[in-house]
């Protein structure tokens, strides 16, 4: 089992920034995190990954905006958003995978508007 508590969320501006947290039960060493968002009427999708190796992945609409690391001390994952636009308006979950077996967080709501 590997529990996962957010936090971090909230209300910007637009052009402003957030930091998410995700802070997991177990050694990050192990298991592949990711972020995801889902907005009012769509599906969820992943945001951005980072597996046990370090290495990251984004989906094109943050790309150079949003930037996903990790405290392996802490065992939490980070996601640094910039320059957010209105359409980054979604509740963003934290998911880690663990031999083969996902496991989401509570959901944290980023909301951008003036």
Not at 23 to 36: E, H, K, P, Q, V
Request: charged share 20%; aromatic share 10%.
């Amino acid at each position: 089992q590997v529990q996962l508590v957010e936090s971090g969320g909230g209300l910007v501006q637009p052009g402003g920034s957030l930091r998410l947290s995700c802070a997991a039960s177990r050694s990050l060493f192990s298991i592949r995190m990711g972020w995801y968002r889902q907005a009012p009427g769509k599906e969820r999708e992943l945001v951005a990954h980072i597996i046990p190796g370090g290495i990251t992945n984004y989906v094109d609409s943050v790309k150079g905006r949003f930037t996903i690391s990790r405290d392996v001390a802490k065992n939490t994952v980070y996601l640094q958003m910039n320059s957010l636009k209105p359409e980054d308006t979604a509740v963003y979950y934290c998911k880690g995978t663990w031999y083969s077996n996902d496991y989401w967080g509570q959901g944290t709501q980023v909301t951008v508007s003036s």
